[in-house]
């Protein structure tokens, strides 16, 4: 069948974390690498009581087809939750799909044209290269710091491009908890993004899986709840709040997106599991999401405790990294010219993977991040793996990449 | 946000069938319309014994995340049932989707740039229109009989294009248990169909999701079974064997077609909900689905049989319908000249349901059939509505549509 396949295939690629996944499934290799919560959050006993209860009713509805946009009920448990967030959510405005990627797919398919704009910051979440790779649109990349993205410069640029009649089709932003940087962006940068939306007209994306993972500091008011005229696009997800396997996320945004995203939705795979969407109804209905997040939250805290305290003790001094008041990810910094990717086999044979910055970045990569995930280790493993790292790190002498170039492309 | 839409999103419409599912939900009509199975097709006794399973075993990889390709026991179990029917098939070669529809979809996706050929059966399953909307390819419609499609046809047409140095991207069939037609093809047809795709070197795609609902008759084998060279990609689903709720289906066909179709599928999706596929996986290797087929099976010919000795006594003369030896739809071919889409507001009114025909056909559709789901309503109801659909089709005079035109476009 060579040469039959069409053009858009040339751009699908596979990304580095998901090739990652074999190292976390080999027992040997402590995996800092995949994004995966730690199956000691899996609420196994709230799921037999659910299990039991949705067998004992026969809900004919977990098993059988159901409406493309999601579960009537679990679209209000989330529009419930997303207003005492401030975000003034309806069930109408909810579309549910397979994770949040499956929406960033979709989001793709709806607004782009080859070369169209996509902002991001630098790094980003690298699923949504893959989730846009066969829309082609062109990347143009915000720098971040401890408050999340530049606000300041995405101003600039988007007063740049205005002047050459260009509009950016969307801004996609994972500002609490950012995967992979760790940092949460702050207040007054989310009203800066906000009035920056409103202002040029370019929809925003707020992709939100991790807030609920909050151990430290104050909750932080969602993107969406600060936005007045509908410029924002919320995602959630089910999956590090209860589990992945289930595969539930969804959306919240103007009809008329929700609209055109369940009409592709249709097309790709008709409706989303209806067995999972019943559990996370259930899940959230029965007061057991409540119940489950302190004690993973709790969790997640020792863990990002123990990590950090290994790497000030086993870390080289010309190493840096963030401190994440949540979520599942810290972000370090190594000395400027370590091509962490040319560290991984080395690394990986000793005994410890992780993920190299270079895939979170659009256009050329900075070469001297890693992405640490602490949600899924062990912390034995944690304590050892980080010291095994920190031996790597220390002998790699200077590799013969260049110096890592400015972040915005 | 209008006018910032791509202009792929003009060619999403919603199917003529998902727009039904509100009438399945209205208890007070009967519904002939869905393609849904038996509520009480679903095996809740064994559901139970396999989540209790998962849950004591404390099966991590059922609630975690997990390779794309799917998960490979659940593979391996797929390629030995295929084996079993002569399928050359192995866990390597199988992607599991979210049911066969997202097959559907990434099939289009790695195949087809716009103004493709896709060649389908006149008339055909309509999912495949809303799946490859927005690919836009264009169709060539075989029109089918008893036997299912007319390969000499076929041969002819694709003769024809050769000598306009056209050739289709794909032949889609629905082989056994033709969803709308009910019909089932016979074993010189596939034989033809095979020698054709090697010939003119045209993939066939085969989806197969009724064959284990076969009440009747000998069983066939697989168009894949017969294929010798790797020109058939094979479809398969545990929606109608297990229950559509846990959407999970799966593609066995060349490696570089299941290769590139993973690659798409990490990007729309990171991978099929794990729970679903460890139920399917269980279902499978304990015995299960084995044991509830014949259930299944003598379930549905009852209701079959009642639908047709229902349409005997209560359809007008000048009806003619299909026999379907298994699966879950027949297909009603009303006098020449009556517009089923026109009288189902009037169908609606008095209680009952269906699909008209139009929405299966490539180009300009016939309009004087329908397509009836028995799988579905209750036996009652099934007499019941036939009943009143008869009168309906009894008194409808005449209506102004022109009357129908040949099969093909």
Excluded: C
């Excluded at 969407?277 to 709790?298: D, F, I, K």
Aim: no cysteine; net charge neutral.
């Amino acid at each position: 069948m060579k040469g039959r396949f069409a053009e858009r295939t040339r751009w699908l690629t596979a990304s580095d974390v998901r090739e990652l996944l074999k190292y976390a499934q080999n027992p040997r290799i402590i995996s800092f690498g995949g994004g995966l919560p730690s199956p000691d959050s899996f609420p196994l006993e709230d799921l037999r009581v659910i299990f039991e209860e949705l067998l004992r009713e026969k809900d004919v509805g977990a098993f059988q087809y159901g409406p493309t946009q999601g579960d009537l009920r679990l679209r209000e448990a989330l529009a419930t939750r997303m207003r005492a967030r401030g975000i003034r959510a309806e069930a109408g405005r909810v579309l549910v799909t397979h994770g949040a990627q499956q929406a960033l797919e979709l989001l793709g398919r709806i607004f782009l044209e080859e070369g169209d704009i996509v902002v991001v910051s630098q790094p980003t979440y690298l699923g949504i290269f893959t989730a846009l790779a066969t829309y082609r649109p062109g990347y143009h990349g915000i720098p971040m710091d401890e408050e999340g993205i530049l606000t300041d410069v995405l101003e600039e640029d988007l007063r740049a491009l205005a002047m050459d009649e260009l509009r950016p089709k969307f801004i996609y932003v994972v500002p609490t908890f950012h995967n992979p940087a760790g940092v949460t962006m702050s207040l007054r940068r989310r009203r800066a993004l906000v009035d920056l939306a409103a202002t040029y007209e370019v929809p925003v994306i707020e992709d939100d899986p991790y807030h609920e993972l909050r151990f430290e500091g104050d909750p932080m008011p969602p993107v969406a709840g600060l936005d007045k005229e509908g410029w924002v696009i919320h995602l959630g997800s089910f999956s590090k709040i209860l589990a992945p396997g289930f595969r539930i996320g969804w959306t919240f945004g103007p009809p008329e997106v929700v609209n055109k995203m369940s009409l592709a939705k249709q097309g790709a795979d008709l409706f989303t599991n209806a067995f999972g969407q019943r559990v996370a109804e259930r899940y959230v209905s029965l007061g057991m999401l409540e119940r489950n997040l302190p004690r993973v939250r709790t969790m997640y805290r020792e863990k990002r405790d123990v990590m950090l305290a290994a790497m000030e003790e086993h870390f080289p001094e010309d190493s840096r990294w963030t401190r994440p008041q949540g979520g599942m990810f810290l972000w370090v910094t190594t000395r400027p010219g370590l091509d962490t990717k040319g560290l991984l086999p080395t690394a990986a044979e000793r005994g410890v993977v992780y993920v190299a910055g270079h895939g979170f970045f659009a256009g050329k990569p900075e070469v001297n991040h890693m992405r640490l995930n602490y949600s899924f280790p062990n912390i034995p493993d944690i304590r050892r793996g980080i010291a095994t790292l920190g031996d790597v790190l220390a002998e790699k002498k200077r590799v013969k990449a260049p110096a890592a170039t400015p972040a915005r492309t």
